[in-house]
C-alpha cells in the first residue's frame, strides 16, 4: 500500500514539475501565457476590445455550452497576453440593470455607484463564427490534476473550425478575417488550461476531445488576433486642456508610458449615408500638434506640446511611431 502511495504521490509530483516547466509557475503569468500561444514578450500598447457572443453556424447540431465557453476562453486568453484591455459585453446587462435602480430610485442612493454613462466602450470588437463541429461526443480524458492543470490522459477525435473577425465597432467594417482549425490533441501533451484562468476548467468542458480542439482553436485565435493588432496604433482623446497641461483619456491601464509621444488630429468629419444611415468612414482631421506624455495614471495621461498648436478637448491623438 505504501509502495502504491509513494509511486502515485511521485507521478503526481513529476506530473506538477511538468506544469510548472510548460506554463512558467513562478514567473511572470504574461509572459507564460504569451509564450503558450506562440506570442513574443509584450510590453507595447494595449487596445479595448470586447468578445461578441460566438454565432454557431454549423450544421452539426451540439447541445452544450460550446459558444459560450469559447467566447469565454478567448475573452481569458486576450486578457492574459497584456496586449488587450477587454470589455465583457456579457457582464453589460447586469451592470444596465444595477445603474437602473440607481436612477429609478429603487435602492439607496450613493454618488460614486452604478453611475450611468460611464461603462467602457471598446473601438475594436471580435466576432467568433462557429463553422463546422466535428466529433462533438463528450468524454473524461483522465489523467492527473495538479494545481488545475491536468497532465496525461487519452484523447479524442474532435476538431473546430471557426472564422474569426475583427470589426471596428464605429463603422462595422471588417477590418482582418481568419479561418481557424482546432484539433484535439494537437499539441502532444495533454494540458488542460484550467484553474480561475479559464474558469474552473470551464464546468469540465475541456475535459473532453471538444475541450481541446477550442483550446487549440482559441490558441490559434488568440495568436492571430495579437499580431493583427501589432500593426494598429493606440488612438485616444484630448479630455481637458488646463495652461499648459494637455489630458488624455489613454493611462497606464492602456500600457502608456512617460515620454511617449503622441501626434494630435481633428476630431474630423464621419461620413453618414443620407439613404440608409450607415456609417461610410471617418475623414481623418488635420495634424494639429505633436506632444509628449509626462505623468501617468491608471486612465489618464498628463502631456505637454513639444510641436504645433495647443489641441481642444475632443481632439484625436494617436500613438507615434517610435
Known sequence: MKKTLSLTLFASLMAASSAFA???????????????????????VKHAIAVLPPKYTALVTYTGDLSQNIGSMLESALYDTNRFIVVDRDRIND???????????????????????LIQSAKYLAEVEITDV?????GQSGGVSIGG????????N???????KVIDSTTGEIVAKERVIGEAGRKGLNVGYASSNWGADVGGFSKTPLGE??????????????EQFED??????????????????RGSNFNVENGQKFVVREKGELLIDPTTGEVLERIEGAVTSEIEVTKVSDKISYATLIDGVMPAKGDVVIAADN
Not at 435602480?101 to 450611468?116: H, M, P
Not at 492543470?149 to 479524442?156: D, L, Q, T
Not at 474532435?158 to 474569426?164: R, V
Open 22 to 44: 510548460l506554463f512558467g509557475f513562478g514567473e511572470d503569468k504574461t509572459e507564460s501565457a504569451n509564450e503558450d500561444f506562440g506570442l513574443p514578450p509584450y510590453n507595447g
Open 95 to 117: 451592470t444596465l440593470a444595477e445603474q437602473n435602480l440607481q436612477a429609478d430610485g429603487r435602492s439607496a442612493k450613493a454618488s460614486d455607484v452604478a453611475q450611468t454613462g
Open 134 to 138: 466535428e466529433g462533438a461526443e463528450s
Open 149 to 156: 492543470f491536468r497532465i496525461g490522459g487519452s484523447g479524442g
Open 158 to 164: 474532435a476538431q473546430i473550425t471557426t472564422i474569426i
Open 213 to 226: 480542439a477550442a483550446y487549440d482553436n482559441v490558441v490559434q485565435a488568440t495568436r492571430f488576433l495579437a
Open 232 to 249: 494598429i496604433s493606440l488612438e485616444g482623446a484630448v479630455v481637458t486642456v488646463s495652461g499648459d497641461r494637455i489630458i488624455i483619456n
